[in-house]
């Protein structure tokens, strides 16, 4: 599961802030951390945790102090572990989604992302279908804005001239 992740969580983020200056890439990259660590770990561990999300939300508030531009481009990282969570339905297994509160064991919990079978194409084909969407939305065939968003990141909305240069 990647594109699901990729394209739910900069879906979501658009739909819900609309703000074509946050760094997309951070967000995606939270949003595809946690089944990255917690697969190398063997299944749902830390990063399945909503306490997780919010103890790397308050580092990244507490680290940027000051720090504006530092701070609306890590806020993504949270942000996109939020939305792992509530994509990977992370929530139906209450020891690893409460850990450490429910106790210090996860268990032998399975990465949700892997339970889900066959469930797992449909979804990664709706996060396809988003990509695409967010390709053709941003314009991002034109090299210009491709180039912009992957080094900074961020959108150019609309029929808007060039973006500035990096």
């Known amino acids: 599961m990647f594109l699901w992740f990729v394209g739910g969580s900069i879906l979501a983020v658009w739909l819900v802030f609309r703000d074509p ?48 531009a530092t701070r609306r481009r890590w806020l993504g990282l949270p942000i996109g572990m939020f939305l792992h969570l509530v994509l990977d339905g992370a929530f139906a297994d209450t020891d690893a989604f409460w850990w450490p509160l429910t106790g210090l064991s996860v268990g032998d919990a399975p990465l949700p992302s892997l339970e889900r079978g066959l469930w797992n194409v449909a979804l990664e084909l709706v996060g396809l279908a988003i990509c695409v969407w967010w390709w053709r939305r941003f314009h991002l065939a034109d090299p210009t804005r491709r180039t912009y968003f992957l080094r900074t990141g961020r959108v150019v909305v609309g029929a808007a001239p060039a973006p500035p240069s990096c």
């Open 21 to 68: 200056a946050i760094d997309y890439r951070v967000v995606a990259l939270g949003a595809v951390l946690p089944d990255v660590v917690d697969g190398l770990l063997g299944g749902a561990a830390a990063l399945h945790s909503v306490v997780t999300a919010i103890a790397v939300l308050v580092v990244v508030m507490l680290a940027t102090i000051g720090r504006r």
